[in-house]
């Protein structure tokens, strides 16, 4: 099966200026084409995990990690802010707070943010497909002074509403948080951890 894409190209300084999304310094677009996302990051970024439904970079100063579930049948803002809540916890996070994001083009912006146990800052959103049976969570924990740019990458993803969906592509079933959650529940304590693939590991075609 063949793996997703992250299309990554540099845009220069003049050309993030003429941008929603706007930085100081030039900025790394990638684009997720399996599932027909972009979004935006801070340049000098080091890809550490990139799979079908998971890319995580890193950064001196902030780590960021994309994951995608499908939607789960029910109350959906119920059971996004309880999820939210349980993976905060999960964190140790404290002084939680209901984030106020709302990134265009989705259904809906879910979030919370706090502080970790090492005092450094985190927020965790789930945005909400308009156009796919898809949640995108994104985890960033940042060093304090970072807000800002954390919520600009936030706001940058978008989905490319003029292209049709590649459904060859999307065979690949993606986990609801509800069966991720059993998985994880039922797996042994004493399973050996999953090994982290190298960091110089290239970015697979589609």
Same mark, same amino acid.
């Given at each position: ?5 992250? *299309? ?39 890809v550490t995990f990139n ?29 996004l802010t309880e999820n939210?809540? @349980? ?75 003029? *292209? ?5 592509? *999307?065979? /690949?079933?993606? /986990? ?14 004493d399973a050996q951890p999953? /090994? @982290?693939?190298?960091?110089?590991? *290239?970015?697979?075609?589609?």
């Amino acid at each position: 099966m063949k793996q997703m894409v992250l *299309k990554l190209t540099t845009l220069t300084s003049l050309l993030i200026m003429l941008m929603v999304c706007a930085t100081d310094a030039a900025a790394t677009v990638y684009n997720w084409s399996r599932y027909d996302l972009s979004f935006e990051t801070p340049e000098g970024g080091f890809v550490t995990f990139n799979s079908p439904t998971r890319f995580e970079v890193q950064w001196e100063d902030m780590v960021m990690t994309v994951q995608l579930y499908s939607k789960d049948k029910g109350d959906e803002k119920k059971l996004l802010t309880e999820n939210l809540q @349980r993976k905060a916890l999960g964190y140790s996070m404290y002084d939680l707070n209901d984030g106020k994001i709302k990134v265009k083009g989705f259904k809906k912006t879910y979030s919370i943010d706090g502080t970790m146990p090492d005092g450094s800052r985190a927020i965790i959103a789930d945005l909400v497909s308009k156009h796919q049976n898809l949640i995108i969570e994104i985890t960033v924990n940042y060093l304090y002074g970072n807000r800002e740019t954390v919520e600009d990458m936030i706001k940058s993803f978008a989905e490319n509403k003029k *292209k049709q969906p590649n459904h060859e592509r *999307k065979r /690949q079933k993606v /986990q609801s948080k509800q069966q991720a959650d059993k998985e994880k529940k039922k797996s042994s304590p004493d399973a050996q951890p999953q /090994q @982290r693939p190298a960091r110089k590991e *290239k970015l697979y075609d589609a």
